[in-house]
């Protein structure tokens, strides 16, 4: 599929498309939340299910008076529970995610704004993929996606997504870390207008190994990647491997615009810990601008969500997703 010339806008308006993820989590009741709080920021069209929202929000349609709704009517009412994994659920939070990939194709959309969906329920309806990321990945034949997460403190690209702890040692290798780097360089000066970006790459093992001590990736892999890294791209700032503890001090502390992190977590505790309200989730590398909360479904207060889901981290995604679509315009 070729989306090269989804962006097709050129109003001051962005048209944000907001998938509601999984109906059985919180993503229906976020979704209201989050639009009842940016009433006239962008023009937003919602893809997803009116009884899971009705469900989810008593005050939907209020809410959406102002916003398009795209209803694809894909739920057994009488069935219907929140905070259940279930194939039926995982099955509609593609069929939104489709249908918004659809509206993109036709220049109807100018970003991707998502809903957590349940990786369990999505594999369950037969959908073999790990997340978000590698299906958007899969459907816009943009094979090599960088997850970009971020805060309104830090920024990390991800040499590792979604796979076991084990296998990250073995994944990574030098095509891996120029593609990661190269690419979030590019995002960052698009999306962020970062001129001449600031790497920092964390060490794989603890101590980033001190000198071999403690394992060998460093000294085998990433030292030489970024040697020949700083040798090719004149124009970036790499510094590392450091131990992931200190790089991170030092970009939040504004020496670095990006931390490189080597798997998943080594991200992801840092970004909840500093902000959790403000984290967001961009993937960079398809030809649209696509972000997302920086949580899952949270089928535990789902059935609750109305009152207890806080949508502040889907409300920084769709404000990233809005700036940085105004930023793409001006790139």
């Given amino acids: ?25 919180i993503g229906p009741a976020i979704a209201i939340k989050a639009l009842s709080r940016l009433k006239g920021f962008a023009e937003f069209t919602v893809i ?10 008593p005050s939907w349609k209020m809410v959406l008076a102002s916003s398009g709704l795209i209803d694809l009517d894909n ?13 039926e659920y995982g099955k509609a939070s593609i069929e939104y995610l489709d249908k918004a990939i659809e509206l993109l194709l036709q220049g109807k959309l100018d970003c991707l704004v998502t809903c957590p969906i349940s990786k369990e329920a999505v594999n369950l309806a037969g959908f073999k993929v790990s997340g978000h990321t590698e299906y958007l990945s899969r459907a816009c034949n943009s094979p090599e996606p960088v997850m970009l997460l971020m805060n309104d403190q830090l920024k990390f690209c991800l040499l590792s997504r979604h796979i076991p702890l084990k ?6 290798n030098y095509g891996i ?15 962020f207008l970062i001129k001449h970006p600031k790497f920092v ?3 794989l093992n603890p101590h980033a190994s001190d000198n071999g001590v403690i394992g060998i990736e460093e000294k ?26 200190a790089a991170i001090y030092q970009a939040r502390a504004g020496s670095f615009d990006c931390v490189v992190a080597a798997y998943h977590d080594q991200a992801l505790i840092p970004l909840k810990l500093t902000g959790f309200n403000s984290g967001v989730n961009l993937t960079l590398g398809l030809p ?8 899952g479904t949270a089928f535990d207060i789902a059935e609750r969500s109305a009152r207890l889901a806080d949508p502040s981290s889907l409300i920084a995604a769709i404000k990233s997703a809005v700036k940085c679509t105004q930023n793409l315009r001006k790139a």
């Fill in 1 to 25: 599929m070729n989306l090269k010339n989804a962006l097709t806008s050129r109003s001051s308006v962005v048209k944000v498309g907001l998938t509601i993820g999984d109906p059985s989590g």
């Fill in 48 to 57: 997803g299910n009116s009884f899971a929202l009705r469900k989810a929000c």
């Fill in 75 to 87: 739920l057994n009412q009488k069935r219907f529970s929140f905070g259940q994994v279930k194939a």
């Fill in 167 to 172: 296998n990250v040692a073995r994944h990574l």
């Fill in 177 to 191: 870390i120029e593609k990661t780097i190269s690419l979030t360089a590019s995002g960052l000066k698009k999306l």
């Fill in 201 to 203: 790459v964390c060490g």
């Fill in 220 to 245: 085998k892999v990433i030292i030489p990647a970024l040697e020949r890294l700083n040798n090719k791209f004149k124009q970036l700032s790499i510094a590392g491997p450091l131990s992931a503890d």
């Fill in 288 to 295: 649209f601008v696509r972000t997302s909360c920086l949580h």
